[in-house]
């Protein structure tokens, strides 16, 4: 084939211009020069800028940013496979830069399971839009019409001669073509795809396991300073009074700063305390454990999380206020055979990610540069502007990969702390946290209770349905009076309710936020899943009917669900539109099926192991979780999980395979151990000694059976497979004990 090579005089000759750097629009994203990012990701200086998500170097190199944060998730290498299938990029060329907070990229906070499910038209969209106009370049400049040549493999190749010109050569060209009209931009066929759908490894897999990254501690800078911060234990509580004498005579101690006071509404701003500024890690923890301070700890000092939980369940019973309902809940359990009732608690829980929060931030050159393991780069420049009383263009910020993350990091207020220290030193500011500190002082899942009843008939129908769910809001970080589940919250897991139920009542009460909530891996789906998945399994062995078929015949025929329309709730379906990602009992039903075929749920065990079976929809896919246990001596082990999703069309199975594989872990830690408690308004627990996960000992086998609709469009990953797992687990436990534990974790009641 010839490979023809554009001379820089042909080229200026032939599209008459001068040389210099370049942007190649995109219609959807932006298309001038003028309009790139105020600063540009780090992009190599001779590469061409196609669009802020493309460059392309001379030696035919193709930078894609990813403007998601990586933390082991894989959104890095999906984001450009989406963008490189579509461009006809080569993956050798391929270079993936991290992208910097800037608002053109659309949402970058890396939560939510959205990465994909919220992009993959647009990055297909962009991949498509600059492939044709590379395309476009080459036919004119060879005078043929552009139907003669086509993309592949960074080249543009004629059809009729056989030559071919490569991106780098054409990209300056190209970004003088107009701008394709989105509504005539071709796509690929599905079956055309070479990464999408495609195991693609990990683009830092090689860096990260041989520990040539960046993560937020391992920033450096010329005159950093490092802080250690002594936070107040109970939230709204002050500064009384400190005395720095004795930490300021630890040698490498520079100072001794008070925290600024944390507002009624928390939203991401620092929490009270006093910081100690040092020259180095040792001195700042060092100078920290000799501060002396008073605390005026507020009205949270008596909270205790067991009074409080006996105030939820008070409240469920004596003041309920209804949400959603359907047909007369009395008059169905008035003809039901049996009502069974029954009551569940998830406590508070804590991240815990293997990284703590780590920010760097440095006011120089009239900005504020911050560098910080965070998931949502733009709530640092928001943040950081509001508590500065800066504008938000006046902050540049980097994400370093995340040692893990599971929602913490969304909130960055652990980036606002190093943003305050570093103007009030005037030198580059790390803030350092301790496992200690990530526990102590985090944003938590809310503690939950939960009362489920029902009623069947003789041939085990459902006849009638009622549920109350209570625990504080995560919108209570963001306005102090929000103290109910919301709308947002209720629709995961409650409020879309997947079975076929004539008669539905569904209610919630008041709680009091006494810590800071946050939104963490699955979010409140994780009570959600734990009560109706525990509670469906109840019912199934009160109609004596495996559990897998009492689901079936609950979910009734095949059909998408509008939950507003049946129930009158104002279901959220995680920001996604029904006639896009419709509620489908059709998927919920296909990947129980999946589960169930592919699992030994019937085989005959030995006394004290017991199968159990849970299913879930979620951040708009579908998972189903069978786990078996073993319960021997009052020891509880986890043996075996089976996991089967379907998230609509998979991006890579690889990491879809790793994500379920890290959820049921995930899940195994809440369902055994996860639990944080509060006395005196202050956390208990501090660290792994006293809030363990699960490790290399105690994880069970996990099979994944990917089940996904590959006509469907992508559906979350990260967090659907969590919801269905300590269901399962307690599930199991009751098949292999007959006693029903419905309050989480279970090492309260075995040894795991």
Not at 140 to 145: F, L, R
Not at 218 to 242: M, Q, W, Y
Not at 253 to 275: K, N, Q, R, S
Not at 620 to 632: C, F, G, I, W
């Amino acid at each position: 084939m010839n490979i023809s090579k554009l001379s820089r005089r042909d080229f200026l000759s032939y599209a008459g211009i001068a040389s210099g750097g370049l942007l190649l629009g995109c219609s959807s994203i932006t298309s001038s020069t003028s309009k790139l990012p105020k600063f540009v990701d780090s992009v190599e200086s001779e590469s061409q800028r196609l669009n802020i998500f493309i460059a392309i170097k001379p030696d035919n190199t193709v930078e894609i940013v990813s403007h998601r944060v990586e933390m082991g998730q894989g959104s890095k290498t999906g984001i450009p496979q989406v963008i490189a299938d579509e461009l006809e990029a080569n993956w050798a060329n391929v270079k993936v830069i991290q992208g910097l907070a800037d608002k053109r990229y659309g949402d970058q906070n890396t939560d939510g399971s959205t990465s994909i499910r919220k992009f993959y038209d647009k990055l297909r969209e962009m991949g498509a839009s600059a492939r044709t106009m590379l395309e476009q370049a080459a036919a004119d400049y060879w005078k043929v019409p552009i139907d003669t040549v086509y993309a592949k493999d960074n080249y543009v190749v004629n059809k009729n001669s056989g030559g071919k010109l490569s991106y780098g050569n054409l990209a300056e060209l190209a970004s003088k073509k107009p701008l394709p009209a989105v509504e005539l931009l071709s796509y690929k066929s599905a079956t055309d795809f070479k990464y999408i759908g495609k195991p693609v490894p990990i683009i830092d897999l090689n860096d990260i396991v041989t520990g040539n990254t960046t993560y937020g501690i391992d920033v450096e800078l010329p005159n950093l300073l490092i802080a250690s911060i002594e936070r107040c234990p109970v939230l709204h509580g002050t500064v009384k009074s400190f005395d720095p004498t004795e930490a300021l005579k630890v040698p490498g101690v520079v100072d001794v700063i008070e925290m600024p006071a944390t507002p009624a509404t928390v939203v991401y701003f620092p929490l009270t305390g006093v910081a100690v500024v040092a020259t180095n890690t040792w001195a700042a923890l060092q100078g920290r454990k000799a501060l002396s301070i008073e605390w005026q700890l507020g009205k949270n000092k008596t909270h205790n999380s067991e009074d409080a939980f006996e105030q939820f369940k008070s409240r469920l019973k004596n003041t309920p206020e209804t949400v959603a309902q359907k047909g007369d809940v009395t008059k169905g359990f008035s003809v039901s055979t049996k009502v069974i009732e029954a009551e569940y608690l998830v406590p508070y829980l804590v991240h815990a990610p293997m990284e703590p929060p780590m920010a760097t931030a440095w006011f120089h050159s009239d900005i504020c540069e911050v560098w910080a393991s965070v998931q949502n780069p733009q709530a640092v420049m928001e943040q950081g502007a509001a508590m500065m009383k800066l504008e938000v263009d006046k902050f540049k910020v980097h994400s370093t990969l995340l040692g893990g993350g599971f929602g913490r990091k969304s909130k960055t207020d652990f980036a606002n702390e190093a943003i305050y220290l570093a103007d009030k030193t005037k030198r580059p500011v790390k803030v350092v946290w301790s496992r200690e500190d990530d526990i102590k002082a985090s944003y938590y899942h809310a503690g939950a209770v939960q009362n489920m009843k029902a009623g069947i008939d003789k041939l085990g129908k459902i006849t009638s349905w009622q549920q109350k769910a209570v625990y504080p809001s995560i919108a209570s970080t963001f306005d102090s009076k929000k103290n109910s589940p919301q709308d947002f919250e209720l629709s995961l897991g409650f409020g879309d309710l997947p079975y076929d139920i004539d008669n539905v009542l569904m209610q919630k009460a008041n709680a009091e936020a006494p810590v800071r909530i946050g939104w963490m891996r699955s979010v409140c789906n994780i009570q959600h899943s734990f009560a109706l998945n525990s509670f469906i399994d109840e019912l199934a062995h009160v109609a004596k009917v495996p559990t897998a078929e009492f689901i079936f015949n609950a979910l009734g025929k095949d059909r998408d669900i509008n939950h507003k329309e049946n129930y009158n709730f104002a279901f959220t379906n995680y920001g996604e539109e029904l006639e896009k990602h419709p509620y489908s009992v059709t998927r919920y039903k296909n990947v129980l099926k999946t589960l169930t075929t592919n699992t030994p749920i019937n085989e005959t065990l030995p006394k004290g192991q017991g199968w159990g079976v849970a299913v879930h929809r979620s951040f708009v896919s579908y998972v189903a979780v069978a786990t078996k246990v073993e319960v021997l001596n009052s020891k509880l082990t986890v043996k075996e999980i089976h996991c089967a999703i379907d998230c609509g069309l998979d991006i890579n199975p690889d990491r879809i395979k790793a994500q379920m594989e890290g959820a049921m872990i995930f899940g195994t830690s809440i369902a055994l151990m996860g639990n944080i408690d509060i006395k005196d308004g202050a956390i208990v627990q501090s660290n792994f000694h006293d809030y363990p996960v699960t490790r290399m000992n105690q994880a069970p086998d996990i099979i994944v059976h990917l089940a996904n609709d590959k006509n469907k469009v992508p559906g979350g990953v990260g967090e659907p497979g969590v919801p269905p797992v300590a269901p399962s687990i307690a599930n199991a436990v009751f098949a292999a004990t007959g006693i029903r534990y419905r309050e989480l974790p279970l090492n309260k009641f075995f040894t795991v």
